[in-house]
């Protein structure tokens, strides 16, 4: 049998490559990707994928046709990355249960966030913010897929030493913060966020991220008016996978 060639497709990344390393592919800003086929399907159904956590890790994987290392991709990235897939795969029409009600969503007209790069050295994964309650200094990077290989690791952990632990809130900070008042020791770093992190900043700081880290503007205005946020878990590429289980 002759080669066959995949149809493929380019991505334009949330964060325009500015937050790699010039060395980096993924510097460039664009990600080509290959349309979806009967083996991404498999990876979907694959029950030990998805009992790990890792499924939509190895979606991507096979269907990047860059030479890239997945996992170097910050979350916006991946999340546009996703959404692409997920149009070229099933198409734009994305039905999805609210509240208990059943809503179709196009996908295809969600579109990237616009940030200020101006607060970004090309390569340079660090920001700075004043905690507004404490005046507090902090530092933080953008996450990316090797920091989330970490994290779920550490509250695997976590759930071993007690099943009633539910500490993914304060982990994922420990890994997002860099310096805290200039001291980068990581130890200090934990016992902050552990001790003298207010509530009232950590609110301040997710709001902050939200709304100055590169990503996809998930939001949509359903037919009531309500405003929510899309999903994207593995019920996103394949809504019925449970009820082939």
Same mark, same amino acid.
């Given at each position: 049998?002759?080669?066959?060639?995949?149809?493929?497709?380019?991505?334009?990344?949330?964060?325009?490559?500015?937050?790699?390393?010039?060395?980096?592919?993924?510097?460039?800003?664009?990600?080509?990707?290959?349309?979806?086929?009967?083996?991404?399907?498999?990876? @979907?159904?694959?029950?030990?994928?998805?009992?790990?956590?890792?499924?939509?890790?190895?979606? @991507?994987?096979?269907?990047?046709v860059?030479?890239?290392?997945?996992?170097?991709?910050?979350?916006?990235?991946?999340?546009?990355? @996703?959404?692409?897939?997920? $149009?070229?795969?099933?198409?734009?029409?994305?039905?999805?249960?609210?509240?208990?009600?059943?809503?179709?969503i196009?996908?295809?007209?969600?579109?990237?966030?616009?940030?200020?790069?101006?607060?970004?050295?090309?390569?340079?994964?660090?920001?700075?913010?004043?905690?507004? =309650?404490?005046?507090?200094?902090?530092?933080?990077?953008?996450?990316?897929? =090797?920091?989330?290989?970490?994290i779920?690791?550490?509250?695997?952990?976590?759930?071993?030493?007690?099943?009633?632990?539910?500490?993914?809130?304060?982990?994922?900070?420990?890994?997002?913060?860099?310096s805290?008042?200039?001291?980068?020791?990581?130890?200090?770093?934990?016992?902050?966020v552990?001790?003298?992190?207010?509530?009232?900043?950590?609110?301040?700081?997710?709001? =902050?991220?939200?709304?100055?880290?590169?990503? $996809?503007?998930?939001? $949509?205005?359903?037919?009531?008016?309500?405003?929510?946020?899309?999903?994207i878990?593995?019920?996103?590429?394949?809504?019925?996978?449970?009820?082939?289980?």
């Open positions: 049998m002759s080669e066959f060639k995949f149809p493929t497709e380019e991505i334009e990344l949330p964060s325009k490559g500015l937050l790699y390393p010039k060395d980096n592919p993924l510097s460039s800003g664009k990600v080509e990707i290959k349309y979806m086929t009967a083996k991404e399907e498999d990876i @979907l159904s694959n029950s030990s994928f998805i009992e790990n956590g890792t499924v939509l890790d190895k979606l @991507l994987e096979s269907v990047i860059s030479k890239i290392n997945p996992k170097d991709l910050i979350i916006g990235d991946k999340n546009a990355i @996703l959404i692409a897939t997920r $149009v070229l795969g099933y198409g734009s029409d994305y039905t999805v249960k609210i509240d208990g009600k059943v809503h179709t196009d996908i295809s007209e969600l579109a990237n966030k616009i940030f200020d790069e101006s607060l970004i050295e090309q390569g340079k994964n660090e920001f700075s913010f004043v905690l507004p =309650h404490s005046n507090t200094p902090i530092t933080y990077k953008i996450l990316n897929g =090797h920091d989330e290989i970490k779920e690791r550490e509250l695997k952990g976590l759930k071993k030493l007690n099943k009633n632990s539910s500490p993914e809130a304060s982990t994922r900070l420990k890994y997002t913060i860099t805290v008042n200039g001291e980068t020791e990581t130890k200090e770093i934990r016992e902050f552990d001790n003298y992190f207010l509530a009232r900043d950590t609110r301040a700081f997710r709001e =902050h991220l939200r709304n100055t880290q590169p990503d $996809v503007d998930l939001t $949509v205005i359903l037919d009531s008016g309500e405003e929510v946020l899309v999903p878990g593995l019920s996103f590429f394949w809504p019925d996978l449970e009820d082939r289980a």
